[in-house]
């Protein structure tokens, strides 16, 4: 698995989601996409994807904790001036 081709599409995904959007990193995909993943490349990009976040490298997204599922959950926030 492409971890940096992901994040580039895991990115490109959340920039046309509203702001203030919650989401986990399933839903920015196709269910036939995501669900082709093993079971363990999905965990490892899934952490993959939030440390970038964490790291600030996934514009305008942040981590909010876990969802029921125990998944991540992010929010995509934009302030007036375009910055998180």
Request: with cysteine; glycine share 10%.
């Amino acid at each position: 698995m492409d971890n940096v081709l992901w994040l580039n599409k895991a990115i490109s995904k959340t920039g046309a989601l509203n702001n203030g959007t919650e989401f986990c990193i399933k839903d920015l995909f196709d269910g036939v996409e995501w669900n082709a993943l093993a079971v363990g490349e999905r965990l490892g990009f899934g952490r993959h994807f939030k440390n970038e976040v964490l790291e600030g490298h996934v514009p305008n997204v942040v981590y909010i904790g876990k969802a029921q599922n125990n998944s991540a959950k992010y929010r995509k926030v934009i302030h007036n001036n375009g910055t998180v």
